[in-house]
């Protein structure tokens, strides 16, 4: 029954996902997407989430998450009826058919550019879920840090993403979103490749580890709204089909990514830090083959 319902409950979720970044390109336009995204946090819950299901079970206990998911969904729900207008105009709209859907699909994959960015963002994502997969065995178990201590540094991590966030969105006032893309993808690679040196070496130390994966996880609120921005800016009608595109493939590389993190796991913090090396590798060099074949800079 949990696994009945938790499918469900994620079939609708995705929603919460896809649907925002659409609207967003469907009111705002390119020249404002990135600063919206920002304005939003994208890639905040993942943090947000483990910090506060924990001290819900630890004072209320497991059966109190599931009533906060419920009121939670019921206050969603009021403020879609209540506040949010349809942005999509569907008066044109063809009929929807699987054939066209594979057709938008496709399309969506051959356009380098597209291409180039969904990668960047999505391997950015990943890292930051390589870290959420494999922090608490290097934080509480390597390092000792308690189970009461370990919500402070997920909060840290949160605040710096937030933080960059926020100035990113200030940022685009005078700055375009891919010359900002381009600058914060050497943060995750230098942060990445400095945490991968240093467990490889034996030289690893909580400081460093926690300095490196704070950088690592502040780059994705300047990363990941601009990413999208640059992503979705020449989409137009196939914002929707974009924007789900974008966040399947997001969630696809992190899935693979803690996968890969438990699968490679040697009691120490190699495996963490050479897959959030990889993946700030991985995004900056998406950006630089694919992202750079045909972009026009999105400017605020």
């Known amino acids: 029954m949990l696994w009945v319902c938790r499918l469900l409950q994620g079939m609708g979720g995705c929603a919460g996902l896809v649907i925002p970044s659409a609207i967003v ?3 705002m336009g390119p020249s404002q997407s990135a600063r919206i995204f920002s304005l939003l946090v994208m890639g905040l819950a993942p943090i947000l989430a483990p910090l506060v299901g924990g001290w819900l079970l630890q004072w209320a206990g497991w059966r109190a998450i599931f009533g906060v998911l419920v009121l939670f969904g019921l206050f969603c729900l009021l403020g879609l009826g209540l506040g949010l207008q349809e942005s999509h105009d569907t008066t044109h709209e ?3 058919q699987w054939r066209t859907v594979a057709r938008n ?6 356009d380098r550019s597209f291409m180039g960015f969904v990668l960047s963002a999505g ?3 990943a890292g930051m879920f390589a ?4 922090s608490p065995f290097v934080l509480m178990q390597l390092y000792g840090v308690s189970p009461q201590n370990y919500g402070w540094f997920f909060g840290a991590n949160a605040f710096g993403l937030i933080a960059a966030s926020q100035l990113n969105a200030y940022w685009l006032k005078t700055v375009p979103a891919s010359t900002l893309l381009r600058r914060a993808l050497w943060l995750p690679v230098l942060a990445g490749l400095a945490l991968a040196v240093l467990a490889l070496a034996g030289w690893m130390s909580l400081p460093w580890f926690v300095l490196g994966c704070f ?3 502040t780059s994705v609120g300047v990363i990941g709204p601009n990413a999208s921005a640059c992503a ?5 009608r196939r914002a929707g089909t974009a924007a789900a595109f974008n966040g399947a493939t997001a969630f696809l590389l992190a899935t693979v990514a803690g996968a890969v993190v438990g699968g490679l796991h040697n009691g120490s913090s190699q495996p963490l830090a ?3 090396a990889v993946c700030g590798l991985g995004a900056w060099g998406c950006y630089r083959v694919l992202g750079q074949s045909g972009s026009s800079p999105v400017k605020a």
């Open 131 to 134: 870290y959420i997969a494999g």
């Open 25 to 27: 390109r469907d009111r």
């Open 94 to 96: 063809p009929p929807l």
């Open 232 to 236: 979705l800016a020449s989409q137009g």
């Open 105 to 110: 699909y496709a399309d969506l994959w051959r």
């Open 274 to 276: 050479v897959v959030m």
């Open 123 to 125: 391997l950015i994502r």
């Open 215 to 217: 950088v690592f996880m």
